[in-house]
Each structure stands twice: as C-alpha cells, then as structure tokens.
C-alpha cells in the first residue's frame, strides 16, 4: 500500500519528543513521494515542520485508531511500534487505572504503588478454571494457564518474573504463589501456602535492602519450585538462591542501607532478650552508617522484626536458634568496629582491650588473642616451610571486611537451607512449577561485579525468550500452514560469547586472578588487547584505562574494573576461619561444617536441588589446597546460570515484566522515559518487532465477517464464510503480500487492520451521512408543514380575535346607555326618599315624646300602689311570726314535761327483775309488745296534729284581722303626706319637662352622631372580624394541615422504622440461616472426607496378604446400608487404620473414628442402663399394687366412714339454716324482721354460730383430703422408685410408730393445699371477672349494635324493614353456628386426647396385669422376653392407612424403596412423593404398636439410604431433586400428623385419625430438615455445575440480536487459547436448561415455595456469573454489549412470566446486572449524567461503577471514551456511600432456604403402592 494512501491529511502520526519520548501530531496536508517534510500540527494546537531523514526517508510512526488504543493485547494494535506501545500502557496504567497488559506471551505489570483491591479469593474463584484470554490480563490468568497447562499437558511450568528494583518483581510471584495455593484444591496446601508466604519476611529481612531506587530492593535471585502430585495439589516447595551481593555487608552508597536485619536488631536492642548481644544505635557501627539513611519512612523495623521472628517459628527454626542467628549478626557488627590501627608501613596492630572484638569474642565464642593476632597477620606457606607475614593496615581491613562478608554469606545459605528443610515433603512430587523473581537489567553510575553479573544473566534470560518467542511464532504459521519465511530478530549470542566464552571476560578474569600478582590494572589491558579489534560489542572509554564498555540487548554499559578481582576470588584468611571453627558457638561451627559439606568441584549441593554457594573455600582436609580447584565467584555463577537455563528450556515458561512507572514512587504516574527504558530491557519491544516483521493481525474469519461485514455488498456474501473473506479481501487490499489466508485465520501484515477500520468508518461514515440528509430532510418537511398549519391556526384566531372585538364594544356601548338611565333614576330615587325619611324620623321623635310622659305617669302611680302592698304584708307577716313563736314554745314546755314523767317510769320498769324475765320470755312476746306500744304512740300522734290544726286556724283567723287593721292605718298617713306634697310636686315636675325637652334636643344631635359613628365603628369592625375570620380559617386551614402532615410523616416514620427493624429481624433471621446451613455444609464435607479417607483405607488394606476385611457397605448393590453397618464399618476402618504406615495422613480419620466408637460405646451403655430400669421399674409395679391394696384396705373405709358422716352433719346444718331463712322470709311482710330490729340480731347471731361451726367441718373434711392427696403421692412417688422394698419399709414404719409424724405431714400437706386451693380460687375469680367483663363489653356492642339496626331499620320502608331484620336474624344464626362448631371442635380434640391417654392407660394395665400373673417370672427371664401389647384385630376392609413389615424386612424396605428406585420412572407414572408416603405409612404402624426400636432404625436407616444414594449420585440433578421432594414430604408428613395444632389446621376429620399417638418425634423432624437442607444445598451445586459453562457464553459472548456488537481484534491472547472449542452456549441453551430444572421439580411434587427458592438462587447466580465477567472483561463493556444484555434480561424475566414466578425476588437479584448494562449505555459527559448514574446505580458498589467506567472501551470510532474527570466525579459523590470494598459478587453464597409447611390433601387410606416397587412384604394394615 502506497504512502500517500496512508499519510493523508488529517492523518495522525508519532514524532520524538525530548521529555515525553513521543508526541502526537496530525497532518495538515497529504504527503507526496518526495517531499523533504511533513506539515504537522500537534494536539495543543502548534504547527511545526518535521524534516525527514534524508538518508533512509523513513516517515513517522502512524497511529492507531482511537478504538484500538486501551486494548488488552498490544499485539492487536494495527501498528506494532514503540510509541504505539508507550501510549497504549500509558492511556491502561493513566487513565483506565489498569496495571496488567499481554503483550503476546508476556504480562506486563505496572507498579501501581497503591494497593488494589483485585487480589481477594473472589478474584481467584473468577479466574479459576478460565481461558487466558477470555479475562482481563493478571497475574492469576499467567497462573491459571500455567497450572492448567501442567495438568493437561503434563509439562513442568514455569514462570519468570522480572523487572528492575522496585518494579514489584517479589508482589507478582507472591501472588502467583497464593494462587496456586488457593486451586489447588487439598487441604494441605494452605500450610505450605503460609510456609512459603512466611519465608518473605525472613528472605525480605536478609536479603533485602533499601536501594536509591526502591525501599525494599531484592539483592539476590531466588527459584521457588512449587510441587504438586498427581492430584495436582501443593506438596512442597523448594527455593534456590543466586548471587547474593555480600559487598552490601560492608559497604553502603549515599543514600542505602544495609540488609534490613541489622537496622532491625539495633531498633529492637532496648528489649530485654537483645542485652546480650550488647547493641545500640544503627549510626554507632561502621556497616550501618555509611550510607547515612538509616530509617526508611513508613518503616517500623522493630514490628518488623516481631514479624520475621514469628515466620522463624513458623518455619520451625526454634527460639535457640534465632537468638544463635542474631548473636552472629551481633557479631559482624561489632566485627566492622574493630579499629585497625598502623604500627609501621608493613604491619598494622588492634589496640588492646578493644572492646567491639571483645565484644565479636564473647559473641561468636573464641579468644581474644587468636583472633587480633590473625585479623593483622597471615600464614604463607611453600614448599618445605610455613611463614606469619604481617599485613599492612589497608589489607588488614580488607581481611576483615572479608571475613564478615564470608559470616554473612555462610547465615544467609544455613537459613536458606532451613527454610527448605521446612517446605520440603516426604511424598513424591509429580509435577512443579517454577516461580523465578531475579533481577532485571541494570545500569548505574559506577557498575561493579554485581551488575556485571546480573547482565550477564539478563542477557541468557533474553535469549531464551526470544528463542521461545519465534518458536512459538514459527509453530502458529506452521499450524495455520502459511509459508514460513525467516525473520530476522535480535540475536544476543555474540554478547553472550564476548562474556562467556573461551578468552572471553569471565575467562579472563579467572585467569588473572590465578596470577600472583594479578591486579584489575593488568586484568583491564588483556581485556582491551583481546576483543577491543575484534568485537564490535566491546568499547573503552575515551577518558579511562580502568574501564570498559559492553553493548548488551538493552543499553551499552560501562563497568568500572576496580574491585573485580578481589569480588570473583572472594578469598578469606584460612587461619581466620581456623579459628572460628574452633568456637565453642555451636551455630558457628555447625555454619562452617556445612560449608564444608557443600564444597564441591561443581559447587553444587546434592539434597538441596542445586542452590548456588556464592562463597566456597577448598576443603581443608585435603592436602592439595592449589588455586586450580578453588572455584571462583564468576565460575560458580555460570555453572548455577546454566543450571537455572537448563531447567528452564525443560519447563514451559510464561513471562512477567514488571515496570516502574516512576522513580518518585507516585501513585498512577506515568513516566514515558523510564518506562521507555524499561521496556526495552526486558524484551517487550523485541516481542513486539519480531510480530511486527511477519503478521501480527490475526482473526478468526468469522470475526473477519462479523466485523467488515459492512464492506460486502449482498451479491459477495456466500454461503461459505471463508471464501466470502477470500474474494472481498481481494478486492479490498490489491497487495498479495499484505495478508495470508491460514486454515482457521487471516494474517495480516502490520497497518493492514488500520487501513481497513479506515474504510470500515468511511463506510460508516457515508451511510450516517445518507441517513442524516434523510432524516433532516424528512424534518425539515415536519417542520415546514407545522410551521403551515401554524401560520393558518394563528390566522384564524386572529380573525376571530378581532371580531370579537367589535361585538365587545357594541355590547359596552348599548350598557353604558342603560347604566345611565338606571343611574339617574337610582339619584332621584334616592333623594326622595331621604326627604321622606327626613319627616318620618320628626314625627316619630315627637309622637315618642308624648307617649314617654303618658308613660311615666302611668308608671308613677303603679309604683305607689306597690309600695303600699308591700308595707301592709310586711307589718302582718311580722304579727304572725311572734304569735307562732309564742305557742311553739308553749308546747315544747308541756312535751318537755311529759317525756320527763315517761323516761322515769321507764327507768323504774328496766330496773325491775320482772322486765328483764319479760324481754327473755320469746321472741313472740316482745314482737307483741313492740306492736302494742307502736300502736300507742299513733294515737298519741293523732291527738297533737288534731291540737295542732286548731291552733293553725285560731292564729291564721286573728292574723287577717290584724293584716286589715295595719293596712288601713297605714293608707290614711299616706294621703295626708300626699295631699301636703301635691302642690310643690307638680311645680318641679314642670320645670323638669323645661329641662328634659332641651336635654332632649340635645341627646338627640348626640345619638344621631354616636349612631352614624358607631355604624361606622361596626362595619370596620365587621370588616376586621371578616378578615381575622379568614385569616382564623386559613390559619386553621394551616394548623389542620400542617397536623396531617406530621401525623402522615409520623406514620410514615413509623412504617419506615417497623420496616427497617422487620428488615433487619429478617436479616438477622437469614444470616443465622445462613450460618447454621454453612454449619451443615461443613458437616457434610467432612462426613465425605471421613467416608473418602475410610475407603482409601479400605481399598489400601485390599492389597495386604491376611489382612481380615468385611464385605464394603459401599458396593454396587447396596443393601446393607444401615446403622448397624456403618458402626461395623466404622469398627473395620479403624482395625485397618492400625495397619496404615505410609503414603496418607491418617490422623484426622483415627480420632474420628476414636471418638465416634466412645460415643456409640456410651450411647450403647446409657441404652442398656434404661432397659434396667424399666425392667426393675416393671416388677416393683407389679409387686406393688398388691401391697398397697391390702394397706390401704381398712384405712379406706375408715375415710369413706369418716367422710360420710361429716356430709350427714353438712346436710343438716343446711337445712336448718333453710327452715330460718323461710321463718323469716314468711315474718317479713309483718315488719318484724326489720334490718334494726331485736329478732333481725338474733337470728344473724345463731346463723353466725351455725357457719362457724360449718367452717370448723370444712377444715376436718379439707385435712382429710391433704391425707387422701398426699397417700396418692407417696403412692405417686413410690411408683416412680426403682427398688420397691424401700418403699414397703416406709409404710410398715408409718403404721407401726409414726402416727404423729404422719398427722404433721398431714397438716403441713393441708397448709399447702389450702394455700393452693385459695390460688386457685383466687385465679378463678379473677377469670370468671374478666369473663364478665369481657360479656358485659360484648353485650354493650351487641346492644349498641341492636340500636344502630334498630334506627336504620325504622327509616327504611315496610318492606325493607322485613329483609333487614330477616338478613340481621340470618346472620346472628350464622355466628352462633359457628361457634358452636368451633366448640365442638374443642370438645373433639379432647375426646381424641382422651382416647389417646385411655390408650395408653389400658396399655400400662395390661402391662401391669400381665406383670402380675408373671410375678413369678425372673428378671432375667422378663429381660429375655420382653412383654408386647395385645393388638386388637380391625376388619381388613377398614384400611387405616399404615403398611406393616417385618424387622428382618426393613433391609429390603430401605433397598427397593431409597437405594434401587429410579426417579425418571416413580416421576412419571406414579404420584408425587410416593416413596415419603410409604415410608411415613411404615412409620405409623410402628408408631400404632408403640414399638420404639422399629421407629428408630426406620428412621435412621432412611436418613443414612438417602445419604448413601445423594453421594453415589449426587451429580445427577433429576436424582438430588427427586430426594428433596420425598425429604421435604417425609418432613411435611411428620409434622401435619404429629398431633399439633399448628400443622392440624388443614386436615380432615379423617387425616386428624391417623396421627402418630405414641411418639413425639420433633427432634426427628429436625434431623431430617437439616438433611433437607444439604440435599438442597447439593441441589444448587448441582445446578450451578450445569449452568457456569453456560452463563458467560450465553449472556455475554453469544450475540442475541445480530449484527450489534462489532468484533475487535483480540491479538496473540485468542480466545480458547488453552482447550478446544466444545461448543458454544447461548441465551436459548440457558432458558432451555432452566425449563429442564422446573419440569423435573414439578414432576416431582417439589413445594411451590421450594421451586420458588431455587429459581432465585438460579437467578442468582446467572446475574452473579454474568456480572462478574463483565467487570474483568474490558472486551465487554460497550454500548452495544450494554444492550444485549439488556435484551437477554427482558427473555430471562419474559421466562419467570410465562412461569408465574415474578413476584419473589427472582428479578431482584439481576438488578445489578442491569444497571450495569444501563450504565454501559447512558450519557457519561456532565454533572447531570455522574448525578443520574448515581441515583440509578444503586445495587452496584463504588468499586463496581468506576471499575465498568474505567473499562468501557469504543467499538466504533463514533462512540467517546469515558474521561478521567467524569469518573473522578463519580468517586467524589459516591464517596459517602458505607458498603463494601468487594469488587465481585459472591458466587459461593446460597440464600438460607427454609421450608414452609405444606400440608398434603391425599389421604392415606386411598394410597395404592404399585407392582413396580417390588414392596410385595408390605401388608396394609
């Protein structure tokens, strides 16, 4: 394809940058073959000129198009290049804040410096079984492809994770170990897991440090071989160590610190454990100071050192041996400050009493004097003598510096070595994979050894990728049979030989290190004389002869030679190290034997899997000690890199490149120059240009059609897909060489995919130009037209506007005329009429005038009449009162007298003996008397009101006479007063008028003013109240509101606060559902694994030669499965575990099984225990009903005697209170038996006397009864006993001599009793009073009620009047039916109670009496022959509905009914839950004939059969769901016949007969709801394991409305890149399944409820599933995915429509699922949407809704990308919401079932059991 088709303008390109590496720039016109330049504008706007290369005329990088950028594999990109990768990582790590990206087989993982929360067990369950390409890139996916290629290919894996310092190198291999640790499935491998995970912080602590560039930087290489067996499961690990950089020991740059253990131990020597080692401040010792950093911010080494010392202990490195490991780290120390001081030029001395060597001496445990002489001499040795040289104080301190780095180096490997002894395991290791975190490229101001080193592996590391790279290239081509052409790709063996080869610089420096005088000067010239001419790879400085320059993959790098020599030879005074071996430390010593041990001439270990010594010395019992068998550090670590190659090329490696993104350690930064570096030292560049070269495009050619589909006309689209791609790229890319046609794919070259997303969106383009100029003519004709119709609308309205106009004024003017004429005539009017009133009101003063003066007359003489009335009254009234006075005191002097005479003749008669004989003569006598002297007093009674009228008509006759005597005296002084006042009377009477005519006047202008101001005043004031009136009611108006208001938000409040707590209860109420079901899940996952490891056993002990075993109750035929069997299982188990010496770990299983035979041995032992004393409690019964009747005999009618005469007595005294109360009821009409008379007294005291003495009976009968009560619970109690002789001696001792303590029991038992009887008459008066109270309310209502009728029927019509009352009557029968039945239902409960008790009584009775016909019967033979109830025999024709067996049938019972029944069969042809109907009709009759034993092994051995069937077929899910049926019926039956009546509510008369009358088997039924609810809980696994594999194709991959979703190039990462395509799953397969799973529920009778719950968890765990995957697949979220998955939801709800079962939360749990999708399809631009997505999100989490907006990614180039702000916004108002972190959903997590109780309606007797079942032994009974 030309340039000029591709440089276009408008055309986006890359060009160099100085700070940002690349910049992007967009042409601003077409470029041509042969211009010198590009027109560029860049994106902020600035034009600039880009001058092209004159020489190669390479034009700039395109780039790619916008829907590319972001994506998951840089290898989709259309343009493979170095700015194309730089932005994509950068807009992933930036923007979308994803660290992960593929780049072919590469992961590269950013260093976020953040924690993220991407790493939970959620993640790994996600990740877990799934493509690598399917997901998100992660760590977990590198993992699972590994883990999942070791299992399918059986090829040892590994994965080689690489990065610079503090790129997060040791985080990703950590993770990957977790991850394997987590699938691997055993139970073992959490252990190892955290044995692993332990050895960080001791391996971080010893071999990590901080850097210039990293805080915890890792200063050595580490291999961890994780091993699995042939389970795969994780057995052990082994860790191999490379190239410790010891020279840290000793020597720290500006600004780093030494290994992190001894900044830990100085932090902590303030603790009392560390004083020994005598330590202080990191700044006091010499190797901690120099790099003048000691802390490192953030960083507590105290806790850190807490921390490594746990992982010590956890590692099995016991307390002994830490303290021996910090007191040689002590040691070093204090060794560093040793001060050496210069005796002469040639020698060198310690000062005596140093107190750091003597402190290093009591540390490591030698003397003083050996190690100061050996630390400043050494010993030559030659031929025939041995020489001390003294050393000078230079070299001194070099030895000594040495010495602490041989110590160092010696630790590091002895707690290396141990740390593998704890990951290692005696079982053989099938398979492993190798977890490699070594260190990446590095380039420093001064390079030294180590970095030599650590580029020369690098450069082995590249190698082999790059080999493996083209391998895996050349092997695609190959299997897609496209011609394979050499590419020509970086090839680092020159370098690799310049380093490595013979005469090369490693060989060199060997060399030069076995001369003795060898020095680096020397060393330097042979390198330059060697290779400076002869490989190009290999440089000197210009400004140094003490350096060289080697190019390697990555970057030229200069190495300084200084130190070279003395690094690789790493020697260490002998005589030093002679006597530290001589210590009395035994760590120290045991360091340097093991140092002996490992010196080898290969330099490798046997048992320790190859770990490098990066330091050994010749072994000293060797007498040949020459320099050619010592090994130098150069060689070593060539040997071990080979080593490490060799078991790489033998692995399948998957490769992590970490990078830091920053050196600042910024969160999310991005630093294009430092990752640009990065990235082209670990080989992503090189990936990516050996991709570049051939064809990095890749598709399938059904996403070829899918995706460019658009570009086809309909004539080129055939029925054969591929050959439709073939002729439409033909006609497309006229370039051959552009593309290949591959058996299952199209390869295209790089750009080719651009050019056609280019023509894709024109085409695009185009068609949405047709369709804009379509749609905004077709509204611009809407908008002409309406604007038409307007015009004439507002025409008309216009006209009509104007018309009424005009007839509005011709109506005006017509009225102003009559207004006129009504007004005038309305002012005349008015004025008349004032004049009219104006005389009216003169007339009407003048003519009141007069009538007031005739009035007053009148009233004058009216007055004067009264007085003279009034005076006249008063002077007789006042005659009267003195005379009554008068006679009145007259007669109280006589009475006085007289009843002074009587009351002393009635002294005399009381004092007289003959009175007194009178009063006691009768009661007759005195009646008599009392009557006589009535009469008496009468008479005299009538005689005084006789004398009292006459003297009334004499004072009433004198009275009127002195009335009239006054009366006349009185008017003739009146009329002489009268007659001498008349004439000056009326002289001022007229000059009053004078005066009250002109006042008159004047008070009339007064109240004509004072009226017209009070009219005035009223109507203000009407107006005032009217307007406080309104504002009264609009005030009330208000209040009325404002109080329905608050009282509608209080009860609103309230509702929303009994919801929230209802809400909350049913929370709570779920989460202990929800535990105590995870409790049950456990259980059975145990009881499984007790079952697994028992047959493991068994199954092992088969092969043993004599070893006794049983038939397997696990066989395929099954029939002796029962409780019985599992115990002699048990018993066989735990014999052949005894045998078990090897191969499994047993421990759990023989205390199970230790602790379940003790159980069964006290279960068995309490059982036997119980039959003893119901034996013993049989025959005391028997022997003692005969006893007590004969004891009881004369006592017993003694009582009857006793009580019969006290009844006569109560009779008596009964009717003699009767015959009184009759005498005076008969004497009562004569007066006699008044309250307060003498004979009313009389017989109130005898009637006293009679209930006291009736009392005094009542007590003696009540402790008679106390006797009777307490004979009845001795008897009670001596039944009870189990040796009846004690009982039988207690009697025989109350008859001979405890009489009295018997009478005081008696008396003490009558206290109680009477306290009782008085409680309870107490409580019954208090019932029967509120009974009455609560009749009384009701007979208020009624009566109210009655009324209410009564009214309303008195105001309808006759004949509605009739109806009401007929209907009122009606309805009054109707209730009082009602409850007549509810109290008959009552009465036939406790008939049926009754019977039950009746039952069981003539049951015990007949025991009793048969106990007593047997009494000669030995106990053992009453043991031997227990006693059975005698059946009465029914007629065969009244089925009961019970089925009867034989014990020795109950094998085959269980066998034919649970363990052979097929459920497809018993689904079909017979009724739901047949098989709970037979066994609960079995049950029954066992339950009828009181036979305990049966009732237990029944129901045992049912529970255990249906265990034993669920574990045999647990994955079938037609089987699991058949069980839960028949469980969930059983369970049902159980309680709708247990006699409650709760569960009786619904049964009928004849259901309500067959209920269980002997046993309460409630505990029974819980067991057997807890087996409920596992099979329900394996019901759902079952389910799910059928429903994941099609969830996430169905509802996200597979495209439910065609031609929506576009197809984007997916790179290298090809979905179902580990297994074959098995199929592919859509919505339809998902709706069929979910069919499938209701019609075998409803087929098997399964509870509605039940059905109900499971299709919610269905529901679940498809929105669960779906949404999950959405949030890890940034393929998925886009527009149009949002809308499939939208139209998937709305079939899935259509499902629960047409099935009824919208209406229980089945929806609920998809709403995140759709407002996920919802979210991928609203707006996301403005304030407005992040508010609208807010309130609608409302099921997701924060983390859920940035993590979708973070990943929607464009399938078009018309759709925007998300921008970092808005998303910001999103966080900032999400920011107050309190949920959780989680990212994912919980898969795992099952709603608490519960099982509401659905009573059955068939009735037992009408049960028929079919042929089929072979059940031919049951008989119906």
């Not at 009239?964 to 008028?993: H, I, M, P, T, Y």
């Not at 115990?1127 to 023989?1150: F, H, K, M, W």
């Not at 068995?1164 to 003893?1172: F, G, M, Y």
Request: overall charge positive; charged content about 30%.
């Amino acid at each position: 394809m030309a340039a000029s088709e591709l440089y276009t303008k408008c055309a986006r390109v890359w060009i160099p940058d100085a700070e940002e590496v690349w910049k992007s720039a967009e042409l601003n016109k077409d470029y041509k073959n042969g211009d010198v330049s590009l027109q560029l504008m860049l994106e902020d706007g600035t034009n600039v000129e880009h001058k092209l290369d004159p020489k190669t005329k390479n034009l700039p990088y395109l780039r790619n198009p916008d829907i590319l950028v972001g994506e998951n594999d840089l290898t989709a990109l259309s343009y493979l290049h170095e700015p194309a990768v730089l932005h994509n990582l950068k807009v992933r790590f930036v923007d979308s804040k994803l660290i992960y990206t593929y780049c072919g087989i590469v992961l590269v993982a950013i260093n976020p410096y953040e924690p993220l929360p991407i790493y939970g067990t959620d993640i790994i369950n996600a990740y877990s079984g799934q493509n690598m390409g399917d997901m998100d890139p992660h760590i977990f996916a590198v993992a699972e492809e590994a883990y999942k290629q070791m299992a399918r290919d059986e090829r040892n894996q590994s994965i080689i994770v690489s990065g610079e310092s503090g790129a997060g190198k040791t985080v990703s291999a950590k993770y990957a170990m977790r991850y394997f640790a987590t699938v691997s499935g055993s139970t073992s491998e959490a252990n190892v897991e955290q044995k692993v995970l332990a050895s960080n912080p001791i391996m971080e602590a010893i071999g990590n440090a901080k850097t210039t560039r990293n805080d915890n930087s890792s200063r050595f290489g580490k291999y961890i071989e994780i091993g699995f067996d042939t389970r795969y499961r994780i057995i052990g690990a082994n860790m191999r160590t490379y190239l410790l950089e010891k020279s840290r020991v000793v020597f720290q740059a500006d600004e780093e610190r030494n290994y992190h253990i001894f900044y830990q131990l100085c932090a902590s020597s303030h603790l009392p454990e560390f004083k020994m080692l005598k330590l202080s401040n990191a700044n006091d010792f010499l190797y901690t100071r120099q790099g003048r950093s000691p802390v490192i911010d953030g960083v507590d080494d105290t806790k850190e050192l807490s921390t490594t010392r746990k992982a010590f202990t956890l590692l099995g490195i016991n307390e002994s041996n830490q303290m021996g490991l910090f007191q040689v780290l002590a040691a070093i120390l204090h060794l560093g400050n040793v001060e050496i001081k210069d005796r002469d030029s040639d020698s060198s001395v310690i000062p005596p009493n140093n107190h750091h060597l003597t402190a290093f001496c009591e540390l490591v445990g030698v003397t003083y004097q050996d190690m100061s002489q050996w630390l400043c001499h050494r010993k030559l040795k030659t031929a025939t003598e041995t020489y001390i040289k003294t050393l000078p104080r230079l070299q001194a301190t070099n030895a000594r510096d040495a010495l602490s780095k041989h110590i160092y180096a010696k630790l590091f490997n002895w707690i290396v070595e141990h740390v593998n002894k704890a990951l290692i395991t005696n079982i053989k290791q099938h398979s492993f994979i190798g977890v490699l975190d070594i260190y990446g490229f590095e380039t420093f101001e001064i390079n030294s050894f180590e970095q030599f080193c650590i580029n020369y592996a690098n450069e082995k590391l590249q190698q082999q990728f790059n080999m493996h790279v083209f391998k895996l290239e050349q092997e695609e081509y190959m299997r897609e049979q496209i011609p394979w052409t050499l590419i020509d790709f970086y090839d680092n063996q020159p370098c690799i030989n310049l380093i490595e080869a013979k005469m090369g610089i490693l060989d060199l420096l060997d060399e030069e290190c076995k001369m003795p005088k060898g020095s680096d000067d020397s060393w330097a010239q042979k390198l330059y004389n060697t290779h400076l001419k002869t490989c190009s790879l290999f440089e000197k400085p210009r400004m140094s002869n003490r350096a060289f320059i080697i190019q390697h993959f990555a970057d030229k790098v200069e190495y300084q030679c200084e130190g070279f020599l003395e690094k690789n030879k790493d020697t260490v005074n002998e005589e030093q190290i002679n006597v530290l071996k001589a210590s009395k430390f035994h760590l120290l010593v045991e360091l340097f034997q093991d140092g002996e041990k490992a010196t080898s001439p290969t330099g490798q270990v046997s048992g320790t899997g190859g770990r490098t010594r990066l330091s050994i010395k010749p072994d000293k019992g060797r007498e040949k000690s020459s320099k050619e068998h010592k090994k130098t550090v150069g060689c070593q670590f060539r040997n071990s890199l080979q080593m490490l190659m060799g078991t790489l090329n033998a692995t399948t490696p998957h490769y992590v490149r970490c990078i830091k993104p920053n050196d600042f350690k910024l969160a999310f930064t991005f630093d294009p120059k430092r990752a640009v570096q990065q990235l082209r030292a670990c080989g992503v560049l090189e990936t990516i240009r050996i991709s570049a070269a051939g064809f990095p495009s890749r598709w399938t050619y059904q996403e070829f059609f899918s995706r460019y589909r658009v570009l086809m006309k309909q004539k080129d689209v055939l029925a054969d897909k591929k050959l439709t791609c073939k002729n439409v790229l033909e006609q497309l890319v006229q370039d051959q060489d552009k593309y290949q046609f591959g058996k299952t794919k199209i390869f295209f070259r790089a750009g080719q995919v651009a050019y056609l997303e280019k023509l894709r969106a024109e085409k695009l383009r185009a068609a949405c130009i047709r369709i804009q100029k379509t749609i905004r003519c077709w509204l611009a004709r809407k908008k002409y037209l309406r604007k038409r119709s307007s015009a004439i609308t507002i025409q008309r309205f216009t006209r009509g506007y104007q018309a009424r106009c005009l007839a509005k004024f011709m109506r005006r003017t017509q009225a102003a005329t009559i207004i006129q004429k009504y007004q005038r005539m309305c002012v005349e009017r008015k004025r008349y009429r004032q004049k009219q009133a104006a005389a009216l009101v003169m007339q009407t003063i003048l003519r009141a005038y007069m009538a007031r003066q005739k009035y007053q007359a009148l009233r004058r003489e009216s007055k004067a009449v009264i007085i003279q009335k009034r005076v006249r009254g008063w002077l007789a009234r006042c005659w009267y009162k003195r005379c009554l006075v008068s006679i009145v005191y007259l007669q109280c002097c006589f009475r006085r007298m007289k009843a002074r005479r009587e009351l002393k003749k009635l002294k005399i008669e009381a004092r007289s003996v003959q009175h007194l004989k009178k009063l006691n003569k009768g009661m007759e006598n005195k009646i008599m008397q009392l009557q006589r002297k009535l009469d008496e007093q009468n008479k005299e009674n009538r005689l005084v009101n006789e004398r009292l009228v006459g003297l009334e008509t004499t004072y009433t006759t004198e009275s009127e006479r002195m009335r009239g005597e006054l009366s006349r005296l009185r008017g003739v002084e009146e009329d002489a007063k009268n007659k001498g006042n008349q004439v000056s009377s009326l002289l001022e009477e007229l000059e009053k008028l004078r005066k009250e005519l002109s006042s008159t006047q004047k008070e009339k202008k007064t109240i004509e003013d004072w009226a017209q101001t009070y009219r005035n005043e009223m109507e203000k004031m009407v107006s005032e109240l009217k307007e406080q009136n309104c504002s009264l009611k609009k005030e009330k108006e208000d209040l009325n509101r404002s109080i329905q208001e608050q009282s509608q938000q209080m009860t609103e409040k309230m509702a929303r606060v009994i919801a929230e707590e209802t809400q909350q209860l049913k929370t709570d109420l779920n989460e202990e559902r929800s535990r105590y079901q995870n409790l049950l899940t456990e259980h059975r996952r145990l009881e499984e694994k007790h079952d697994d490891l028992k047959e493991e056993m068994v199954s092992s002990n088969v092969s043993k030669p004599g070893h006794r075993r049983t038939d397997s109750t696990h066989s395929s035929n099954g029939s002796e499965y029962t409780y019985n069997s599992e115990y002699a299982e048990l018993e066989e188990g735990s014999r052949a575990a005894e045998d078990v010496t090897r191969g499994i770990d047993t421990s759990l299983t023989l205390k199970l099984q230790k602790r379940l035979t003790e159980l069964e041995q006290e279960k068995q032992s309490l059982r036997n225990e119980l039959e003893n004393k119901e034996d013993q409690f049989q025959r005391a019964r028997a022997r003692d009903d005969v006893e007590f009747k004969k004891a009881r005999g004369a006592e017993l009618e003694y009582e009857s005697l006793k009580r019969q005469e006290l009844e006569s007595e109560n009779k008596k005294l009964k009717h003699d209170l009767a015959e009184i109360r009759q005498s005076l009821l008969g004497k009562a009409a004569t007066g006699a038996g008044a309250p307060g008379s003498p004979a009313y007294k009389v017989v109130l005291e005898q009637l006293n006397a009679s209930c006291e003495e009736l009392e005094v009976r009542k007590e003696e009968v009540l402790i008679l009864r106390s006797q009777l009560v307490s004979q009845k619970e001795a008897m009670h109690h001596k039944e009870t006993m189990t040796d009846p002789s004690v009982y039988v001696e207690d009697v025989s001792k109350l008859k001979d001599a405890d009489e009295l303590k018997q009478a005081y029991m008696g008396l003490k038992d009558t206290n109680r009793l009477l306290e009782h009887q008085l409680q309870t008459q107490r409580r019954g008066y208090d019932n029967e009073v509120e009974s009455l109270r609560g009749e009384l309310q009701n007979v208020k209502e009624e009566n109210n009620r009655q009324q209410q009728l009564l009214a309303q029927n008195l105001q309808l019509p006759p004949e509605a009047r009739i109806e009401a009352s007929l209907q009122h009557e009606i309805t009054r029968l109707t209730n009082e039916n009602l409850d007549l039945m509810e109290q008959l239902e009552k009465q036939d409960r406790t008939i049926r109670k009754l019977k039950k008790q009746l039952k069981v009584y003539s049951k015990r009775i007949g025991e009793m009496g048969a106990g007593q016909t047997e009494g000669q019967t030995s106990p053992g033979q009453m043991v031997d022959e227990p006693i059975h109830p005698v059946n009465i025999p029914r007629r065969e024709k009244d089925f009961q509905g019970m089925l009867e067996y034989k014990k020795e049938d109950e094998l085959k019972l269980v066998k034919n009914l649970i363990l052979e029944l097929k459920p497809r069969g018993v689904a079909v042809n017979l009724i739901p839950g047949l098989p709970a109907y037979i066994l609960f009709m079995c049950l029954r009759h066992a339950d009828y004939v009181n036979d305990d034993q049966k009732v237990r092994t029944l129901l045992t051995s049912t529970i255990n059969s249906i265990k034993k069937i669920l574990k045999k077929r647990g994955d079938d899910f037609e089987t699991v769901s058949f069980w839960l049926a028949n469980t969930c019926r059983f369970l049902h039956c159980l309680k709708q016949y247990s006699g409650d009546e709760a569960f009786m509510k619904h049964n009928t008369q004849r259901q309500n007969e067959h209920s269980l009358s002997n046993f309460d088997l409630a505990e029974y039924r819980q067991v057997i709801s807890d087996l409920a609810i596992q099979i329900y809980q394996q019901l759902i696994k079952c389910m799910e394991n059928i429903l994941q594999p099609m969830i996430v194709s169905g509802m996200l991959e597979h495209e439910t409305i065609q031609g929506v979703s576009g197809v984007k190039p997916t790179g290298l990462r090809k979905r179902t890149s580990s297994i074959a395509d098995e199929g592919t799953y859509t919505l339809d397969s998902i709706l069929r399944q979910l069919s499938a799973f209701h019609s075998t529920m409803c087929q098997h009778g399964t509870d509605p409820e039940l059905i109900k719950q499971v299709v919610k968890q269905q529901f679940y765990i498809i929105g669960a599933v779906t949404l999950n995957n959405l949030l890890l697949r940034k393929d998925m979220c886009s527009w149009s995915k949002g809308m499939q998955i939208r139209y998937n939801v709305s079939q899935l709800e259509e499902w629960l429509r047409d099935k009824g079962l919208m209406t229980f939360g089945a929806k609920e749990t998809l709403e995140p699922l759709i407002q996920a999708a919802q979210l991928l399809q609203v707006k996301k631009k403005t304030d407005e949407d992040a508010g609208a997505i807010c309130s609608m999100c409302l099921a997701l989490t924060t983390a859920q809704i940035v993590k979708v907006l973070n990943l929607y990614t464009p399938v078009n180039e018309f759709e925007e990308r998300v921008s970092v702000s808005f998303i910001r916004t999103i966080q900032t108002r999400l920011r107050d919401r309190c949920e959780s972190p989680q990212l994912l959903m919980d898969t795992k997590m099952i709603y608490p079932v519960t099982f509401p109780f659905s009573p059955s309606s068939l009735a037992l007797e009408t049960i028929q059991i079919p042929g089929s079942l072979n059940l031919g032994f049951l008989t119906r009974v």
